[in-house]
């Protein structure tokens, strides 16, 4: 089985795409779901975020509050770095145990779908690298709908991640997300086939 990464700008379509993967048989793994999971009140990285970075990051029910620790490592390189140390080997470790599974089912390959995988060199770790591409004025728009933040606020989280020109330098795959559904659904269908995934 081949492991592929999936990765975009934000609000690019990353959990689209991936859905439509999932549809036609391949086996996906969400990063940030799977980060939301190794964060939960209990587990080992909630326990050491809590000590690096104090209550100001809960929320009342006492569950992680990441918007307000994504606005504390935000312009903190240090503090992210530290944030990734805690939370990113939890995520790979509960990646291979799903990878194990997507094996033992006989998926043919496996998605894995992240925001970060150019910016932190991750992309390398696998099969190949799938890209998919909008405008930016496109992100800007879904990212104030999805968050209910400004314009100026989604600029500056587009603006924060590696500019598209550098994730398609190194993409394998590249799928345009700028235009129709059915157009992407298209472009999604080809590379299944390509990659002999059962989308029949």
């Keep these: 089985m081949k492991v592929y990464g999936l990765t975009g ?4 379509g990353k959990n689209a795409v991936a859905q439509i993967f999932e549809n036609w048989g391949a086996g996906t793994i969400d990063a940030d779901q799977l980060a939301r999971i190794v964060v939960e009140p209990g587990k080992e990285s909630y326990r050491e975020i809590l000590d690096y970075f104090g209550t100001m990051v809960l929320s009342p029910d006492g569950t992680l509050d990441r918007a307000a620790l994504r606005k504390v490592v935000f312009d903190d390189e240090a503090k992210r ?12 470790e509960v990646a291979d145990l799903m ?15 992240a925001a970060l995988l150019v910016e932190t060199g991750a992309y390398k770790d696998f099969d ?3 890209v998919i591409k909008a405008e930016l004025e496109q992100q800007i728009k879904r990212l104030m709908e999805r968050d209910g933040i400004t314009h100026l606020q989604a600029e500056k989280i587009c603006a924060s991640q590696a500019p598209l020109e550098e994730k398609l330098e190194v993409a394998d795959f590249v ?15 080809e590379l299944c086939h390509y990659l002999d995934v059962n989308c029949d």
């Design 9 to 12: 700008g934000i609000a690019s």
């Design 81 to 92: 770095k530290r944030l990734e140390a805690i939370v990113h080997p939890r995520i790979q």
């Design 99 to 113: 990878i194990a599974d997507f094996r033992r089912l006989d998926k043919k390959c496996c998605i894995y779908h």
């Design 128 to 130: 190949g690298l799938i």
């Design 175 to 189: 799928i345009d997300n700028s235009g129709s559904l059915k157009e992407t659904v298209r472009q999604v269908r």
